[in-house]
């Protein structure tokens, strides 16, 4: 019988997040712009990070009327092998969120269904599902898609024109939302929509089927759960 593994959550640097992005999440990249990490460690190894990120425009949030300093975006999960289940992860990561700024009331996050996800660990923590996206187009370089951010960052640093780019309709992505007090709760409460299902055998969901072993602490880890 295996025992309870000591979960452990914490800020982790910037290196250990990127480290985390770059090896366990299908994007393989960093956020580009400034960033919450949250460190995860069972047994005193480090398994990965959950990262918030202010989201890409202020219009993100007009649509709940709150600012962009009183909303995030739930931008990755990357976990490597581990035995937590990320519901837990990310309800514990919410709660550190919440405590640290507590001026934030809605957490906003994404699943793409151009890898086939359909947010089932957001159902599994009991996010509000709000329909879909809007789709747009989206930059696309040597066949893959890349946010308009990063290929802002491409351009400023003369890696590449933005005329070389690909310009492709990206598919929707599943919308959801998690409130941070009551009083939002309340507010868009009635926009709640019946979850999608899974759409594809192939959907792995925040990293749980990853076999990649998780490293050594990169950061001091004080929340143990």
């Known amino acids: 019988m295996s025992l309870k593994p000591i979960l452990k959550l914490d800020w982790a640097t910037h290196e250990a997040a990127k480290y985390a992005c770059e090896n366990w999440h299908y994007s393989k990249k960093m956020p580009v712009n400034k960033t919450v990490k949250v460190g995860v460690w069972e047994n005193n190894k480090f398994i990965g990070v959950v990262i918030f990120s202010p989201g890409a425009t202020p219009q993100l949030y007009k649509t709940y009327n709150i600012t962009q300093q009183q909303g995030c975006e739930l931008t990755r999960i990357a976990l490597s092998k581990h035995i937590t ?117 192939k959907e792995i969901v925040a990293s749980e089927n990853h076999s990649e072993e998780g490293g050594e602490n990169p950061t001091d880890s004080l929340h143990s759960f």
């Not at 405590?99 to 809605?106: F, T």
């Not at 990206?170 to 007090?181: E, F, G, Q, V």
Request: charged fraction near 30%.
């Open 85 to 201: 289940p990320v519901s837990k992860i990310l309800s514990i990561a919410l709660k550190l969120l919440k405590k640290s700024n507590p001026g934030i009331k809605l957490v906003i996050s994404f699943a793409d269904t151009k890898e086939s996800h359909h947010g089932g660990i957001y159902q599994a923590t009991n996010w509000i599902y709000v329909g879909t996206a809007c789709p747009r187009k989206l930059p696309k370089i040597n066949g893959k898609f890349i946010h308009e951010r990063s290929l802002s960052v491409l351009v400023k640093n003369g890696k590449i024109k933005r005329d070389q780019c690909e310009w492709v309709m990206a598919l929707p992505k599943h919308k959801y939302l998690m409130p941070l007090d009551d009083d939002m709760r309340k507010k868009i409460s009635m926009l709640k929509k019946p979850y999608p299902k899974r759409e594809s055998s």
